[in-house]
């Protein structure tokens, strides 16, 4: 649990799926990185953290992104700070914080707007 990789969203809220078991999970909607696109679109998101290069290997990004939504949505994308908190529980071996940062700032402006 301690990485944030295997980040989901079950009815839209944040949960690790490797702490999670399936018998939780029966009945509720489980979203993964797979159904964020909408009809061969990105999900805003992706779309940032593309615009953005926020990620090297890619190896947290399904997270850093479901992750990223959930900040969003949740209404705790309004500073950096508040960002970083946020998304504190997704580590990146790489480094590519600064990155990830501004593509949440990025997807957040463009969802306010
Ligand atoms: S991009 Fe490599 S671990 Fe985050």
Known sequence: GPCGACAVQ??????LA???LVA?????TVTTIEGLAREGEMHPVQAAFLE???FQCGYCTPGQIMSAV???????AG???????????NLC?????????????QAALEAAS
């Open 79 to 89: 500073s950096d700070e508040e960002i970083r908190e946020y998304m504190a529980g």
């Open 70 to 76: 959930a900040c969003i949505r949740e209404g705790h």
């Open 52 to 54: 953005q290069d926020a």
């Open 24 to 28: 939780q999970v029966e009945g509720r």
């Open 93 to 105: 071996r790489c480094g590519a914080y600064p990155h990830i940062v501004a593509a949440v700032r």
């Open 10 to 15: 079950i009815d839209g809220a944040r949960v």
């Open 18 to 20: 490797c702490l999670t």
